[in-house]
């Protein structure tokens, strides 16, 4: 039987980490079907009811990837329910009768490069270390390049005057990274689509009101989840600063842990598992860069950010910044969501002429 | 004079009112929706009409809000579409200046509004249960035999309210059914349904919000004079209600569409038109949007429901 690897979706890092899998494996790689309803109604269907959302998002990706024809399976792990998806995941696929091999490639709190190693030394006996090591940079730098890229259109896509210019460049320099091997003409790339992007026309007034995201890391970037959160805030013409990507929870987190742990001293004595702490320090950050108000989105039942919203409402109460809190499962409806977010932009309008 | 209409739709009752360029109420109308918004929309339109027939006043705004604000709202032309929490707060400012709380219980939502200086300052609506809401009370009263506009002075007879289970609307009805099977009194229970109404409402949408006075309780719960006095328990502050205080939400969206500076003439002919809604699969990928599209005497007015562009209906 023919080998294909197949892997669940977040955002659009399926980019990366397909070039990844394949030019490490040399095996034949497809991402899942994109996701939409029926991805969510096929993962709610063989899932726990109590599991968080994303676990059902993924387990729905991998069945659609299945009857896809794909059967070497790909999971991550974090620190907190995360963990556990690999496991069950498994279960749940092996019960429901599918054949296939599942690997989890991240299953400890930390990176270590020699056992991710092994496991696609295991899928490609021929990979060599120093061919692995190289695209395991130039995917880092890809993704860390795709995220700067990100950052830079979600401070102007609100005020652009061509209707998905951004869209439109961000496509084409996902396709010409794709295709890209080395780690120099990568940054090559990426200062090319950079100049593009900045000389893309936008219309900007000068007092726009500016949200920041904060939360969970799934609802974070997967916009399905979020009913295209950030897209709705771009209609209202609101900046936007979202914290949580790739790039900060591989390597970013780490380094900034101890910093974090100082500012936060006031309200936090111990890091709150998961991206809690991180939140709390968020808070304070977007206070002091000036930003009109925040919206924390989790998945319903999120263990960690329900530690945390206390913590958090206190912070943003202290530096009177407007909040709310927006919880996801696969019943939430759009309408209700629409509602709360035509409300909270109301809200920061009005407080901000009120303070002009 | 001009005039401007503010028709607040919600899950239970439609509301409408008609202000004067001063913000001043000169016709209003309180109906129950009983599930077909249209038809108690074009109801409502009728009494206004027939409000105003002999003072000469010419509506040139209209505002809608409340969960059908968008069907109505394309329906009658409206120049302001808003939520429920702008309109609300902006409703009660108009006639209470330094209001700092809204407690809103309506039939299958509750929200609370913080308020400084005039502004909003923060918000909460409920999420996941419908306990502690005007449809809870109303099902309970069946249940008990009683009309639901006679919870409040029932309630006020009690001298040992009940404790009711109040967490969630299941537990709480088998928890009642356990009451009454116990043999204590109709005015005792009724007293402890209106508290679990109030101390739900504080433990779930007002989690963690510091309630500051003046209190204004509004929606069709507030009309329950055994709910107000169990959140002045609890509260051990005043709480003050409005005799017009379910129109706040039509009140606030009439003065959204006074403040919007595109104005149309509204005609009250629109009530004779033949509305329909239609709802149609997309079927260009396995999403499988639910597109709304409405119709006025069989021509599209609008769609709406697809999440890309692929799904967009001409109209």
Redesign the interface.
């Known amino acids: 039987m023919k080998k294909i690897i197949s892997f669940p979706h977040i955002g659009q890092y399926y980019h990366p980490i397909k070039k990844f899998v394949k030019r490490t494996t040399n095996i034949k790689t497809i991402e899942s079907?994109f996701i939409?309803?029926?991805?969510i109604e096929l993962g709610s269907k063989y899932s726990p009811d109590s599991a968080c959302v994303p676990f059902k998002y993924n387990l729905g990706n991998y069945i659609e990837t299945l009857e896809n024809g794909a059967n070497i399976l790909l999971q991550a792990g974090g620190g907190c329910r995360y963990r556990y998806y690999a496991e069950v995941q498994e279960t749940i696929l092996k019960d429901l009768g599918y054949d296939f091999k599942f690997i989890q490639i991240i299953g400890k709190d930390h990176l270590r490069i020699n056992e991710i190693f092994n496991i696609f030394k295991e899928l490609n006996p021929k990979l060599s270390k120093i061919y692995f090591i190289h695209e395991l940079l130039s995917t880092l730098l890809y993704i860390k390049y795709l995220d700067d890229i990100d950052e830079l259109i979600r401070h102007r896509i609100g005020f652009e005057v061509y209707k998905n210019s951004f869209i439109k460049l961000k496509n084409d320099f996902l396709n010409e990274l794709d295709n890209t091997g080395g780690i120099f003409k990568l940054t090559y790339l990426y200062m090319k689509y950079e100049h593009k992007l900045k000389k893309i026309k936008i219309k900007k007034p000068k007092n726009t009101l500016k949200v920041g995201i904060i939360g969970e890391l799934y609802t974070a970037m997967e916009p399905f989840c979020t009913y295209?959160l950030e897209k709705m805030l771009a209609q209202y013409n609101i900046e936007i600063k979202r914290f949580t990507n790739l790039t900060y929870l591989l390597w970013k987190k780490a380094l900034l842990r101890p910093y974090i742990k100082r500012k936060t001293k006031k309200y936090c004595k111990y890091t709150l598992g998961a991206d809690g702490l991180d939140n709390v320090y968020r808070v304070l950050w977007l206070k002091k860069h000036n930003y009109d108000g925040i919206i924390h989105t989790k998945p319903?039942g999120c263990t960690p950010e329900i530690g945390a919203i206390?913590i958090i409402?206190r912070a943003a109460?202290d530096n009177k910044m407007?909040?709310?809190f927006l919880?996801f499962d696969e019943q939430t409806s759009s309408?209700?969501m629409k509602?709360?977010i035509?409300?909270f932009y109301?809200?920061l309008n009005?407080?901000k002429e009120?303070i002009k | 004079m001009n005039g401007y209409l503010g028709v607040d739709i919600g899950s239970i009752s439609t509301k409408a009112v008609v202000i004067d360029d001063n913000k001043k109420i000169i016709a209003s109308s309180y109906i129950w929706t009983e599930g077909n918004p249209i038809k108690a929309v074009k109801k409502v339109l009728n009494n206004i009409k027939e409000q105003l027939e002999d003072k000469n006043i010419c509506i040139i705004g209209v505002g809608t809000t409340g969960s059908a604000r968008k069907l109505i709202g394309t329906m009658i032309g409206a120049n302001s579409i808003k939520n429920e929490i702008t309109a609300h707060a902006i409703g009660t400012l108009s006639l209470h200046k330094n209001v700092r709380t809204i407690i809103e219980i309506g039939g299958q939502d509750s929200k609370i509004i913080l308020l400084e200086d005039g502004i909003v300052t923060d918000y909460a609506m409920n999420t996941l249960c419908a306990a502690g809401t005007g449809s809870f009370l109303s099902s309970q009263s069946k249940r008990l035999g009683v009309n639901v506009e006679d919870f409040g002075t029932i309630a006020l007879e009690s001298k040992h309210p009940t404790n009711v289970a109040a967490r969630c609307t299941v537990f709480a009805e088998s928890d009642l059914v356990h009451k009454i099977q116990m043999g204590y009194k109709k005015e005792d229970i009724i007293a402890g349904l209106c508290y679990s109404v109030a101390s739900n409402y504080l433990n779930n949408v007002a989690k963690g919000k510091k309630i500051k006075s003046p209190i204004i309780f509004q929606g069709g719960v507030s009309k329950n004079i055994g709910v107000k006095k169990a959140f002045e328990q609890i509260l051990k502050e005043k709480i003050i209600t409005d005799e017009n205080g379910h129109l706040m939400g039509a009140l606030g969206s009439a003065i959204l569409s006074m403040n919007n500076k595109l104005k149309e003439p509204f005609s009250f002919k629109i009530s004779d038109s033949n509305f329909e809604t239609n709802a149609q699969e997309c079927n260009k990928c396995p999403n499988h949007c639910e597109i709304i599209i409405v119709k006025k005497d069989g021509k599209k007015l609008d769609a709406w429901g697809n999440r890309c562009d692929n799904g967009k209906i001409a109209t």
Not at chain 1, 36 to 39: A, H, N, V
């Open positions: 079907p939409t309803k029926k991805t295209e319903t206390p409402m109460s407007p909040i709310i919880s309408e209700g509602t709360r035509e409300a109301d809200l009005t407080r009120k």
